[in-house]
Every structure is written in C-alpha cells, then in structure tokens.
C-alpha cells in the first residue's frame, strides 16, 4: 500500500523517532509499504517519519534507470534499517547532490563524509553492521538524520538556507505539485 509522505514543515520530522521493539505490530507489512511508496515516488531511501510515524525504520533501495525510456530496472540493492546506529563516519568529507522525498523539487549539494560504519537490524531481526561507501553511505547518513529530526537543507549554508527560503515556505503550505500523494 502505498502512504502519503509528509512534506517540509510537518512537525514529525523535527522528532527524535523512538527505537521499536521485536513486539512491534505488522512491521513487514509497513516495512513492504515504505518500499512501495519510495519505488512508486523514484526514491532511493525513506526514512518513517516521512510516512508520519516517530519510530527508526528506514528502507533503503537502489534500481538502474534508463534515461532512453524512462524506465527503472529491476531493484540491484535494498538495505531495510531498523534501529540503525552510526558507529564511525569514514574518508573524507564530499559534496553530493541531495534530494528529498519530503522536499520536493529542491535539490543541494551537501558535505558529509564518504564513507560510514553503520549496526541495525533487518526486519527479521537479524543484526548487521555494514561498511557503506558510495551512494549506500550517504543515503544512510540523510536517512538516520530524519530519525534525528534533522532534513538535509538543515546542513546548507545559511546563505543557501535564505535563497531556499521561500520555497520551503511553499513546500510547508503545500503549495507544491508532485506526482505521488503528499499528506496534508
Ligand atoms: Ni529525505
């Protein structure tokens, strides 16, 4: 099923989400929803508090894209994060061009490092710690900020901030179009 996405200014993604327990209910089955709401909106990652939910589930997925067709292959690499902990931040600090699902349309280089040592669980609560490079390490890095409350224009400069100003305002008051649904 897929959710409605929270959009820039929804107070649930200024949270600090809360860590789940293995009680928590029908989590495959929210676990399968994220990923068919990233997929269906072209998403790489979707952390839970996009979907207004306060808890440290994270889905993480990777496709090919054909520009030629406009198509998406079939998925290559999919990490589902539950409870993820950032254990070391790696390499060198790199520009990367970032979106975000919950901030249509706004798309900013960012620094963070290269490279991270991250632990979480999967969704059968398998424990697994991961050396992420590349795409992996910074997807994770922008996704374990929403669990912190934390949105990727936060890390801009203030220069950048102010010139983003006004459309973070219009993307507050939804006055935005996208093509997948966005929660009022
Ligand atoms: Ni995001």
Known sequence: MILPIVGYGHP???KVAQPISKD??????LVANMYETMYA?????????QVDLSIRVVVIGFRPYDEKTDTYGEVTEQHTLINPEILEFRGEKKFFNEG???VP??????LRPESVVV?????DWNEHTDEATGLYARVVQHEVDHLDGKVFTDRLSNLRRTM?????????AGRVRTKYRMKK
């Open 12 to 14: 649930v993604l200024r």
């Open 24 to 29: 928590y209910p029908e989590l495959k089955q």
């Open 41 to 49: 909106a072209d998403g790489v990652g979707l952390a839970a508090p």
């Open 100 to 102: 975000c699902l919950s």
């Open 105 to 110: 349309d706004i798309h900013e280089d960012v």
């Open 119 to 123: 632990r979480y669980y999967d969704e």
């Open 164 to 172: 983003l100003k006004r459309r973070l305002n219009d993307i507050a």
